[in-house]
């Protein structure tokens, strides 16, 4: 029994160092410890313990003045790596990640045209994942058991494996348990991944309740708490754009009437300017805030609505939610700095009257078009750390 109980708390205790090491990238071992309160001791016997289990490893650091020599904790050389797949709308890459989470680079690939059904702007997924299944596979020759899991960000709603619905590809049911071959396979929607990446590594970090919201075509989002996304029942939450923020007479690709999302992007100031259905609403939308710039003022009319409709449905998501920060990403990032003015007004318009006195910080995401995937690999290493820890540390 004393036994059993000494090697939960090993695993434990390693599984907390290797988290914090992961968390904080570049921490000294002196500082990890003071942060978990272990003594110098203990620190360095699970320092130990996870260097025999491959998962981290320490470089001596640089020391400014005459203080003694300390170690930064790093990933370990021959450590565990996910696979990072990310989708959009017009293109696919594939690369990895390891403990620290930082990605290694990634060639991105346009869907073929071959890939389109002519006529119907639809890219066909079979054809797009046998490709990425192929990328997978020069993964799985290169590292072999060094890869443990398959993390993947795409836009549309996500239930487990299942694309359940992505508007922009025109993919309905497409199971993606194919990429996983074997692994830990997890899947979630870009701008919900994009939050975790937020809460974990960017603007949102330090704050118990996010929410994060990312304009691209349509707006998405999720609400974070203790960095963990909350999304439902089944894993589809987050759907804010399907809320009806929006005109009741328009009807969403969804099938729903009102939804904010086509209020927000570019298909909104195609309509506004009088234009058809762009093509490419994120290209439109940056093609009008370029000649917005410029000083044209049916393009600033047609960003200052969008940002009126952004700040708008924000207002409405602070009353329901209660975040302690608000994260824009995408379009957002362009709304804010173009008419940011328009935006907050439009806020505090929607805010109850006690909330207008103390707003939270509502402000840029820090990742960029990056954070899918880092919210991917971040994603796909909380699925494995524990079991791979607990397998290597405890000798099973
Ligand atoms: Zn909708």
């Given at each position: 029994m004393a036994t059993i109980r000494a090697e939960a708390q090993r695993v434990q205790g390693a599984l907390a160092l290797l988290r914090h090491a992961h968390a904080n990238p570049g921490v000294t071992r002196a500082a990890a410890a003071a942060s978990l309160g272990l003594t110098s001791g203990s620190a360095t016997e699970i320092m130990g313990r996870l260097r025999a289990a491959r998962l981290l490893s320490e470089r001596v650091a640089p020391q400014a003045g005459r203080g003694r020599p300390t170690s930064v904790l790093v990933p370990h050389p021959d450590g565990p790596l996910v696979a990072v797949v990310e989708i959009t709308h017009a293109t696919w890459s594939v690369t990895t990640a390891g403990i620290g989470g930082s990605l290694a680079p990634a060639a991105v690939?346009?869907?073929?045209?071959?890939?389109?059904?002519?006529?119907r702007g639809r890219v066909?997924?079979?054809?797009?994942?046998?490709?990425?299944?192929?990328?997978?596979?020069?993964l799985r020759a290169r590292f072999g058991e060094r890869l443990v899991a398959v993390g993947v960000a795409m836009p549309g709603?996500?239930?487990?494996?299942?694309?359940?619905?992505?508007?922009?590809?025109?993919?309905?049911?497409?199971?993606?348990?194919?990429?996983?071959?074997?692994?830990?396979?997890t899947a979630g929607n870009d701008a919900s991944l994009a939050g975790v990446a937020?809460?974990?590594?960017?603007?949102?970090?330090?704050?118990?309740?996010?929410?994060?919201?990312t304009v691209e075509v349509g707006v998405g989002g999720v609400l974070l708490v203790d960095g963990a996304p909350a999304l439902g029942a089944t894993g589809a939450g987050g759907e804010f754009g399907h809320v009806p923020f929006g005109d009741p007479a328009v009807r969403c690709p969804c099938g729903a009437y009102g939804c904010w999302d086509v209020t927000v992007d570019g298909r909104a100031m195609a309509r506004r300017l009088g234009r058809g259905e762009p093509a490419d609403p994120r290209a439109f939308a940056g093609a009008v805030l370029s000649a917005a710039r410029n000083g044209n003022g049916d393009a600033k009319a047609a960003v200052a609505e969008a940002a009126h409709a952004l700040g708008r449905g924000v207002g409405a998501l602070l009353n329901a939610l209660d975040?302690?920060?608000?994260?824009?990403?995408?379009?957002?990032?362009?709304?804010?700095?173009?008419?940011?003015?328009i935006f907050t007004d439009a806020v505090r318009r929607a805010a109850m009257a006690w909330r207008r006195a103390e707003l939270p910080p509502i402000v840029p995401a820090e990742l960029g078009s990056r954070g899918p995937s880092i919210g991917a690999a971040e994603s796909a290493l909380a699925a494995v750390l524990a079991g791979l820890t607990q397998d290597r540390v405890a000798g099973r």
């Open positions: 690939h346009r869907h073929a045209p071959g890939d389109r059904d002519v006529g066909e997924p079979g054809t797009v994942l046998a490709r990425i299944g192929g990328a997978l596979d020069a709603t996500i239930r487990g494996h299942t694309v359940v619905q992505a508007a922009t590809l025109r993919w309905r049911d497409v199971d993606l348990a194919v990429l996983g071959g074997g692994l830990t396979l937020e809460a974990a590594r960017g603007a949102a970090r330090g704050h118990q309740t996010a929410l994060h919201l975040p302690a920060v608000v994260t824009l990403g995408g379009l957002g990032v362009d709304l804010l700095a173009f008419a940011g003015d």
